[in-house]
């Protein structure tokens, strides 16, 4: 089975950067999609970044220009670089991956973000924290 580890969360102020990285174990050369999703107190875990296998990525509107999704060759380390980081990304970040015949690869080709059920495999979530 597919694990996820990220890392790379902490504190900023307003208008700094982190990268956040996924580690993946286990892994399946046949995963269609990973990206990464968020979670902020009393809020709906949203996607922020999506990668497929083939190279497609979308981003959603409030992250786009800022934050950047990348892979190593191996698709062993999911990347998410974020910059001008505001308090509204304050959250807990999760690392996901799907599995073959799910929805996701077919959506991001539509130009559509994936949701969270469209996602098999889960990390434990890193924070990052925001400040003004």
């Known amino acids: 089975?597919?694990?996820l580890v990220e890392s790379g969360g902490g504190s900023v102020q307003s208008g700094g950067s982190l990268t956040l990285a996924c580690a993946v174990s286990n892994y399946s050369p046949h995963i269609p999609c990973m990206g990464w999703f968020r979670q902020a107190p009393g809020r709906e875990r949203e996607g922020v970044a999506i990668i497929s296998s083939d190279g497609r990525i979308l981003y959603s509107d409030s992250v786009k220009g800022r934050f950047t999704i990348s892979q190593d060759n191996a698709?062993?380390?999911l990347y998410l670089q974020m910059n001008?980081?505001?308090p509204e990304d304050t959250a807990m970040y999760y690392c996901a991956a799907d599995s073959p015949g799910s929805p996701a690869s077919l959506l991001l080709r539509a130009g559509r973000l994936p949701l969270e059920p469209d996602f098999n495999y889960w990390g434990q979530g890193t924070q990052v924290?925001?400040?003004s």
């Open 129 to 131: 924290t925001v400040s």
């Open 75 to 77: 698709r062993k380390t």
């Open 1 to 3: 089975q597919v694990q």
């Open 84 to 86: 001008s980081l505001k």
